[in-house]
C-alpha cells in the first residue's frame, strides 16, 4: 500500500485504528515509511523480495506489511507519534531531536542505518571554494532549512569555523528546496539559488550536466568520514510489544544490505523496479557501485551529530554513545 499524502495516510489508518483498536501495535503487522531516493534503496530490496515476511514465517507469524511514501521528516515524525505509522524513516539529525524530544515519554530510538552515503554541497559560482567564500547574495538549496540533514550538517561545519556562536550563519541564505527543483535551477543557472546541499542522484547529475557545478565540500569531510545518510526509527512501544514482528524487520533489513553488497547490478534493477525510477538504468549501477556509497544497516558517525548538536544546544540530552538512542538489536552490529 503507498499513501502519497499525508492527509490520506494518516486519515484512513485513523479510521483503522478507530474501528480496530490496538490495531496498531498487535504482534505480526507493522507499517513502515520511507522517503524518495537511492538512500532508501535497502527498503526497496525488503519489499520487492517480501523479506519481512519471509522471517517472519521463520518464526511462525503471518506478518501484514504496509509501506508508505511520505515526503519530508515532519510529516513523518507526526505519522509516528500519532500511532499512524510504526516505523519512519529519515535524516540523523531528525531521528536525534526525536529521540531528545521524546526521552522518558514515547522514547524514540533508532532501528538501523540504511547506508553510508556522502551528500555534497555543490555551487555554480566559480568564486566559492570553501564554505568561507559564501557571502549575503548566495543562496543555498537545502530540503529543510535550518533543521534538516543538510542544514544541521552545515551547521557543524560553519560552528567550526566561525565559532558556536555563530553556527546559523548561513541559515539566513538557505532556502527550502526539493532536491529536484534545485537541481534543475543549480543545472541552468542564472536564478538566485548557485548553491545546493544534495544527495544521490542529484549531486551526480548536477556535476555532469554543468561544467560550472563544483562540489564546495562533502558530509563525510566535515563529520570526519563516512557517515550514515538515513535511519529508521520507531517508538518503545512497538519495539517491546512486537518481538516477533521487529525482529523479522531487522533480520531483513540485515538480508537487504547483504544482497546489495553481492548484487549491485540486481539492486540497482530493484531500486528502478520499486521506485519506478525514470533515471538512466546506467547511473543508478554507477551510484550503487560508486565506492563512497556503501548501504549497511550499521550507523557510521551518527555520535559526531548527537555529539555536536548536543554541545551546540540543538539536543537538550546528551548521549554517550551511538548505543544511547539505537534499540539494542543493533548492537550485533559494530557502529558508531
Given at each position: 500500500m503507498i499513501m502519497r499524502t499525508k492527509k490520506m495516510f494518516l486519515g484512513g489508518l485513523a479510521l483503522s485504528m478507530a474501528l480496530y483498536p490496538g490495531l496498531s501495535n498487535a504482534e505480526g503487522k507493522i507499517s513502515i515509511a520511507q522517503q524518495f531516493g537511492i538512500g532508501y534503496l535497502i527498503l526497496d530490496v525488503v519489499r520487492d523480495q517480501q523479506l519481512i515476511e519471509k522471517h517472519g514465517k521463520q518464526q511462525g507469524l503471518d506478518i501484514k506489511v504496509e509501506w508508505a511514501s511520505i515526503s519530508g521528516a515532519t510529516a513523518m515524525n507526526e505519522a509516528l507519534l500519532a500511532g499512524a505509522l510504526d516505523v519512519v524513516s529519515a535524516g540523523v539529525p531528525p531521528m536525534l531531536t526525536m529521540w531528545d524530544r521524546t526521552k522518558g515519554k514515547q522514547n524514540?530510538?533508532?532501528?538501523?542505518?540504511?547506508?553510508?552515503?556522502?551528500?555534497?554541497?555543490?555551487?555554480?559560482?566559480?568564486?566559492?571554494?570553501?564554505?568561507?567564500?559564501?557571502?549575503?547574495?548566495?543562496?543555498?538549496a537545502v530540503p529543510a532549512a535550518g533543521v534538516g540533514f543538510q542544514s544541521r550538517t552545515l551547521q557543524i561545519e560553519t560552528a567550526r569555523i566561525f565559532g558556536k556562536d555563530d553556527f546559523k550563519r548561513f541559515d539566513n541564505i538557505s532556502v527550502s528546496l526539493a532536491h529536484p527543483d534545485a537541481t534543475a535551477a543549480l543545472i541552468a543557472g542564472g536564478s538566485e539559488i548557485n548553491a545546493h546541499f544534495s544527495s544521490a542522484p542529484f549531486y551526480y547529475q548536477a556535476l555532469a550536466s554543468n561544467k560550472d557545478v563544483h562540489k564546495v565540500i562533502s558530509s563525510y569531510e566535515i563529520l570526519g568520514g563516512p557517515a550514515t545518510f538515513n535511519v529508521l526509527y520507531t517508538t518503545q512501544k512497538f519495539h517491546d510489544e512486537n518481538?516477533?514482528?521487529?525482529?523479522?524487520?531487522?533480520?531483513?533489513?540485515?538480508?537487504?544490505?547483504?544482497?546489495?553488497?553481492?548484487?549491485?547490478?540486481?539492486a540497482a534493477d530493484t531500486f528502478i523496479r520499486v521506485q519506478k525510477s525514470k533515471l538512466d538504468p546506467q547511473l543508478v549501477r554507477k551510484i550503487v557501485e560508486d565506492p563512497e556509497n556503501d548501504f549497511t544497516i550499521s550507523p557510521h558517525r551518527t555520535f559526531v551529530y548527537a555529539d555536536e548538536l548536543h554541545k551546540l544546544g540543538v539536543l537538550k540530552n546528551k548521549a554517550s554513545s551511538w548505543k544511547d538512542y539505537f534499540f539494542e538489536e543493533a548492537y550485533a552490529q559494530p557502529g558508531s
Amino acid at each position: 500500500m503507498i499513501m502519497r499524502t499525508k492527509k490520506m495516510f494518516l486519515g484512513g489508518l485513523a479510521l483503522s485504528m478507530a474501528l480496530y483498536p490496538g490495531l496498531s501495535n498487535a504482534e505480526g503487522k507493522i507499517s513502515i515509511a520511507q522517503q524518495f531516493g537511492i538512500g532508501y534503496l535497502i527498503l526497496d530490496v525488503v519489499r520487492d523480495q517480501q523479506l519481512i515476511e519471509k522471517h517472519g514465517k521463520q518464526q511462525g507469524l503471518d506478518i501484514k506489511v504496509e509501506w508508505a511514501s511520505i515526503s519530508g521528516a515532519t510529516a513523518m515524525n507526526e505519522a509516528l507519534l500519532a500511532g499512524a505509522l510504526d516505523v519512519v524513516s529519515a535524516g540523523v539529525p531528525p531521528m536525534l531531536t526525536m529521540w531528545d524530544r521524546t526521552k522518558g515519554k514515547q522514547n524514540v530510538k533508532a532501528v538501523a542505518a540504511l547506508g553510508s552515503l556522502p551528500n555534497y554541497l555543490l555551487s555554480n559560482n566559480p568564486a566559492v571554494k570553501t564554505i568561507k567564500d559564501f557571502g549575503p547574495k548566495d543562496r543555498i538549496a537545502v530540503p529543510a532549512a535550518g533543521v534538516g540533514f543538510q542544514s544541521r550538517t552545515l551547521q557543524i561545519e560553519t560552528a567550526r569555523i566561525f565559532g558556536k556562536d555563530d553556527f546559523k550563519r548561513f541559515d539566513n541564505i538557505s532556502v527550502s528546496l526539493a532536491h529536484p527543483d534545485a537541481t534543475a535551477a543549480l543545472i541552468a543557472g542564472g536564478s538566485e539559488i548557485n548553491a545546493h546541499f544534495s544527495s544521490a542522484p542529484f549531486y551526480y547529475q548536477a556535476l555532469a550536466s554543468n561544467k560550472d557545478v563544483h562540489k564546495v565540500i562533502s558530509s563525510y569531510e566535515i563529520l570526519g568520514g563516512p557517515a550514515t545518510f538515513n535511519v529508521l526509527y520507531t517508538t518503545q512501544k512497538f519495539h517491546d510489544e512486537n518481538p516477533k514482528t521487529y525482529k523479522a524487520f531487522y533480520v531483513a533489513l540485515l538480508e537487504a544490505s547483504q544482497f546489495i553488497k553481492a548484487n549491485k547490478d540486481k539492486a540497482a534493477d530493484t531500486f528502478i523496479r520499486v521506485q519506478k525510477s525514470k533515471l538512466d538504468p546506467q547511473l543508478v549501477r554507477k551510484i550503487v557501485e560508486d565506492p563512497e556509497n556503501d548501504f549497511t544497516i550499521s550507523p557510521h558517525r551518527t555520535f559526531v551529530y548527537a555529539d555536536e548538536l548536543h554541545k551546540l544546544g540543538v539536543l537538550k540530552n546528551k548521549a554517550s554513545s551511538w548505543k544511547d538512542y539505537f534499540f539494542e538489536e543493533a548492537y550485533a552490529q559494530p557502529g558508531s
